[in-house]
């Protein structure tokens, strides 16, 4: 048996109650891959060949 999805509403009522916050953040895309750290993504752009997600 699968969990209903909760409202956005129940959702951010839940994260309020246990102090969970959403913090803004930057994200690198290469490759269909998605990085944090943006020597990561350096990296494995560097490393790679075909960026297309997918290939």
């Known amino acids: 048996m699968t969990q209903p ?3 956005q509403k129940t959702e951010q009522s839940e994260l309020n109650r ?3 916050i959403t ?3 930057k994200v690198y895309t290469w490759g269909g891959f998605r990085y944090t750290n943006a ?3 350096l990296a ?3 490393r790679g060949g075909d960026p297309s ?3």
Do not use: E, F, L, Q
Request: proline share 17%.
């Open 53 to 55: 997600p997918g290939k």
């Open 39 to 41: 020597r990561d993504a």
């Open 18 to 20: 246990y102090g969970i």
């Open 44 to 46: 494995a752009a560097k």
């Open 5 to 7: 999805v909760p409202s």
């Open 23 to 25: 913090v803004p953040t």
